[in-house]
């Protein structure tokens, strides 16, 4: 099974250019959500989503947008990247309900220089 | 907004020494979640514990959630190098859904 699956895993960017983290899931999961995680941050929610069409932001937006057109895809878009979001993002995705496990994928090191 | 602090953020030891992990907040969670996380890889999930005073055992793993459902513990007993790793504690608030609240995560390394 795929489970979540993140593209790119490695990415290089010049301050000022835009790019989208793809991530899909295979698991007909209605919750997904987008991570950055920092050293010694743990990982601090960006965006998240509760089913198709719903986006809602976490504790971190500023400077990402998102989009849910269907179950599968949760695209994160950098708008203008900045030194600031060098990160390692996780896109992750559970069962809606209480006390669900969440899926996550292998991560995109993002590198804005 | 809910936080979590965990303790300790460092831990180095020996193989077959006992450790203690502490995931503390001041605020209330349905459920707190225990994940492991190995370089280049994504969080996988331990154990959910939802009852006050639950105890979970995973082999040589004890997790534990307060009465008060404001903190949990994991405990391992005679540690492996394979236990090498970061592990992190997550709280779901009590009106959040499967929104995680994540702790800044203790980075494991047992040494042979």
């Known amino acids: 099974n795929a489970g979540v699956t993140q593209t790119p895993k490695f990415q290089v960017l010049k301050t000022g250019q835009s790019m989208t983290l793809q991530c899909a899931q295979d698991?007909?999961?209605?919750?997904m959500s987008w991570y950055r995680q920092d050293p010694g941050m743990g990982l601090r929610l960006i965006h998240y989503?509760?089913?198709?069409?719903?986006?809602d932001q976490g504790e971190v937006p500023n400077g990402y947008n998102v989009s849910r057109s269907t179950t599968e895809d949760f695209p994160l878009r950098l708008l203008s990247a900045a030194p600031s979001q060098t990160s390692v993002y996780f896109c992750?995705?559970?069962?809606?309900?209480?006390?669900?496990?969440?899926?996550f994928g292998q991560g995109t090191r993002l590198t804005v220089v | 907004t809910q936080l979590l602090e965990q303790s300790p953020q460092f831990l180095s030891i020996q193989e077959g020494e006992n450790l203690t992990v502490y995931c503390n907040s001041s605020?209330?969670?349905?459920?707190l979640q225990w994940y492991r996380q190995e370089p280049g890889e994504g969080p996988v999930l331990l154990v959910t514990?939802?009852?006050?005073?639950e105890v979970k055992k995973l082999k040589r793993l004890t997790f534990q959630f307060g009465d008060a459902r404001k903190d949990s513990s994991l405990h391992i007993t005679a540690a492996q190098t394979g236990d090498t790793g970061l592990y992190l504690c997550?709280?779901?608030?009590?009106?959040?859904?499967?929104?995680?609240?994540f702790g800044e995560g203790t980075q494991l390394t047992v040494n042979p």
């Open positions: 992750a995705s559970s069962p809606t309900g209480m006390n669900t496990e969440a899926f």
């Open positions: 698991m007909n999961h209605e919750y």
């Open positions: 989503s509760v089913g198709a069409g719903i986006t």
């Open positions: 605020s209330v969670f349905s459920s």
């Open positions: 514990v939802v009852t006050g005073g």
């Open positions: 997550a709280g779901e608030g009590e009106t959040s859904g499967s929104r995680l609240t």
